[in-house]
T-cell receptor, first 109, second 114 residues
Framework: GIQVEQSPPDLILQEGANSTLRCNFS?????LQWFHQNPWGQLINLFY???GTKQNGRLSATTVATERYSLLYISSSQTTDSGVYFC???????????FGTGTRLTIIP | GAVVSQHPSWVICKSGTSVKIECRSL??????MFWYRQFPKQSLMLMAT?????????EQGVEKDKFLINHASLTLSTLTVTSAHPEDSSFYIC??????????FGSGTRLTVV
């Protein structure tokens, strides 16, 4: 099956800093999503981005499907950005999502 | 749109009893729903794919007799953990959606078996 790796595994930043999270996947996909899991476990859908670039406020994401990676950018970090960020991918003809290993982000005031 | 409701949010049960978790798509019809399991500080692992009107498809290593899945309508899938044991304690999350708009997740159910 598809392998999904995320880096870095842990990231500690001061409030106001910018960060880049990376997701590498081992095969072609037709679905890629970024999620933020809050301390209560809820998965918040950040981006549906199988290719191209999208922006939503302080967050943006870019997926280069031909090179099998995606990047999530967080600018001007806030303490509420803390949590675990997952990317998840789905292959062609297969609706299910395979989750990456996650990046645990901690924003310090 | 694309709201998935999961109930209960948490449950504590005694060893040997069964627990049912419900997953509902509130504003769309879902022919397929997915059930995931997450252990502390780990990623989400797909347990099974729930198909409306037919049998669920289980991932390798998941006991189908322990984790019973029923998808009786286009808006409801249930996961029943039968004869629960402490090792079944975990966070269970359902999801629904499609490849066009992406997948949405329920709020999860934290199961503790004592």
């Amino acid at each position: 099956g598809i392998q999904v790796e995320q880096s870095p595994p842990d990231l500690i930043l001061q409030e106001g800093a910018n960060s880049t999270l990376r997701c590498n996947f081992s095969d072609s996909v037709n679905n890629l999503q970024w999620f933020h899991q809050n301390p209560w476990g809820q998965l918040i859908n950040l981006f549906y981005i199988p290719s191209g670039t999208k922006q939503n406020g302080r967050l943006s994401a870019t997926t280069v499907a031909t090179e099998r990676y995606s990047l999530l950018y967080i600018s001007s970090s806030q303490t509420t950005d803390s949590g675990v960020y997952f990317c998840a991918v789905g292959g062609f003809g297969n609706e299910k999502l395979t989750f990456g290993t996650g990046t645990r982000l901690t924003i310090i005031p | 749109g694309a709201v998935v409701s999961q109930h209960p949010s948490w449950v504590i049960c005694k060893s040997g009893t069964s627990v049912k978790i419900e997953c509902r798509s509130l504003d769309f019809q879902a022919t397929t729903m997915f059930w995931y399991r997450q252990f502390p500080k780990q990623s989400l692992m797909l347990m099974a794919t729930s198909n409306e009107g037919s049998k669920a498809t289980y991932e390798q290593g998941v006991e189908k007799d322990k984790f019973l899945i029923n998808h009786a309508s286009l808006t409801l899938s249930t996961l029943t953990v039968t004869s629960a044991h402490p090792e079944d304690s975990s966070f269970y999350i359902c999801s629904a959606g499609d490849r066009t708009y992406g997948y949405t997740f329920g709020s999860g159910t934290r199961l503790t078996v004592v």
